[in-house]
């Protein structure tokens, strides 16, 4: 033992070799630093990093941001109806609340917190999902927010394959049996739908309607959400309109009423007397989720609010074709109307 501590270096020989590497180092990082551009030595870097990260990492991570080319990520709203079901002892936290203003004594739903980690197991494999957030960078936009999935590397393509439809069908079988049903209105102000509870008593069983006129709104419901597929493979969207048009009093809203019990879906209830222009109709109507029903109320009442703009805005030109501005703007919102629509 003593002979082998006298074989090794001295701590003076090890400190001397440490400085002569350590210069070696830096010398030929300087001949690097003015040999290589910085392009190509942030290229090299990238490829090392991407050669490590393949080869040596065993996790990799999906982005669920909120919206999708520029309308709501049906994905995202799918894992966040099935996320709270998974909420087990490794959750730390906990978002709860309730939308009822008519009901103090509503049992409060769970939701997600952000940065709060919940993990699930499918077909033995395990996942951690986190909610995050970050700045809008548009200012109509309030803070975008998305799910991050991590997962073995392995798994990426039974996440694509099988997790992920899992999740979407868990879902929509949840939405399908959901107690209440809310209506929401557009904020102008936060650029944002306001939510609340909707109840309403009208049912096709209660509705005023003659017989036949019912059967045949029902039956092309019950069309409507069988055909998603058909609608695909023609290239439509897969959208549903109705008109409904009569003095006050003659039951539309309980219609409408009626046909949301009727498909569980919720409500959208918009004034276009408040959109200032296409635009921003086309964002509000892109920040609409699926299995909804678009309410426009007094939609013939719009033109009049245009054309009232237009004189405003150009009080000296001649407005003789008003009635074909007006029926022109209508024409395009009703071209981009979803209706009553389960994309």
Not at 89 to 106: C, E, Q, V, W
Not at 225 to 248: C, E, I, M, N, T
Request: net charge negative; with cysteine; proline share 4%.
């Amino acid at each position: 033992m003593a002979s082998l501590l006298k074989e090794l270096p001295s701590m003076s020989t090890i400190l001397s070799l440490y400085a002569s590497i350590s210069g070696l180092s830096m010398l030929i990082r300087t001949i690097l630093n003015e040999m290589i551009p910085r392009g190509m030595r942030d290229l090299i870097a990238k490829n090392f990093s991407d050669f490590f990260a393949t080869y040596f990492s065993s996790d990799f991570t999906f982005i669920i941001e909120d919206r999708w080319q520029a309308v709501e990520n049906e994905t995202f709203r799918a894992v966040e109806v099935y996320l709270p079901t998974k909420v087990g002892p490794s959750t730390k936290s906990l978002l709860i609340g309730t939308n009822d203003t008519n009901n103090i004594f509503a049992p409060p739903k769970p939701g997600i917190p952000v940065d709060v980690k919940v993990v699930d197991f499918f077909q033995g494999m395990h996942f951690e999902w986190t909610l995050c957030e970050k700045e809008a960078k548009k200012y109509y936009h309030r803070q975008k927010k998305f799910f991050e999935l991590k997962c073995k590397s392995n798994y990426r393509e039974q996440v694509m394959q099988s997790y992920l439809p899992y999740i979407s069908k868990t879902a929509a079988a949840i939405l399908n049996n959901r107690e209440t049903l809310n209506i929401s209105t557009y904020d102008n102000e936060d650029s944002t739908w306001e939510s609340t509870v909707f109840k309403h008593p009208a049912t096709f069983d209660t509705l005023a309607m003659d017989p036949d006129l019912k059967k045949f709104i029902i039956e092309d419901l019950d069309l409507f959400v069988q055909r998603k597929d058909y609608f695909q493979s023609v290239g439509r969207a897969w959208k549903r309109g109705y008109l409904l048009y009569g003095p006050p009093g003659t039951g539309k809203s309980t219609l409408v009423a009626a046909i949301a019990n009727y498909l569980r879906f919720n409500i959208y209830d918009l004034q276009l007397q408040g959109v200032r222009n296409d635009a921003q109709l086309r964002r509000i109507l892109t920040s609409t989720t699926n299995r909804s029903i678009l309410l426009i109320e007094d939609i013939d009442c719009n033109t009049k609010s245009s054309r009232s703009r237009d004189r405003n805005k150009n009080p000296k030109e001649d407005h003789d074709d008003d009635d074909d501005e007006g029926s022109d703007q209508l024409d395009n919102k009703l071209s981009f109307d979803p209706g009553v629509s389960e994309s």
